[in-house]
């Protein structure tokens, strides 16, 4: 299973922006799916998760701004991402795993794509 991520870019703070996540896995509603960033000289994070349930979870400090979405007719999940903050900058990178639920824990998820940046200026 591959995943390409799009969707990253510049944006001031306060603004919002929309990452999407693709596979061309015909299994793709058996797979549980997560956004993981990583900022430079930090350790990666989990920011949200979506299980193959639909069931979601969230870093705290994205609660009630980020959400979390997934659409199995079209093999793609979101990660929508509003009133973005400087702190929120890094490479965000999509990771897929079948049936761990929804988790933020990186050793969970064997399956990564290569990143998308996102830059919030001040």
């Known amino acids: 299973v591959q995943v390409v991520e799009s969707g990253g870019g510049s944006v001031q703070a306060g603004g919002s922006l929309r990452l999407s996540c693709s596979t061309s896995s015909y299994v793709y509603e058996n797979y549980s799916w997560a956004w993981f960033r990583q900022a430079p000289g930090k350790e990666r994070e989990g920011v949200a998760s979506i299980g193959h349930d639909g069931r979601t979870t969230y870093a705290d400090s994205v609660k009630g701004r980020f959400a979390i979405s997934r659409d199995n007719a079209k093999n793609t999940q979101y990660l929508q991402m509003n009133s973005l903050k400087p702190e929120d900058s890094g490479m965000y990178y999509c990771?897929?795993?079948?049936?761990?639920?929804?988790?933020?824990?990186?050793?969970?998820?064997?399956?990564w794509g290569q990143g998308t940046q996102v830059t919030v200026s001040s």
């Open positions: 990771a897929a795993e079948l049936r761990v639920g929804a988790t933020l824990n990186r050793d969970d998820f064997g399956i």
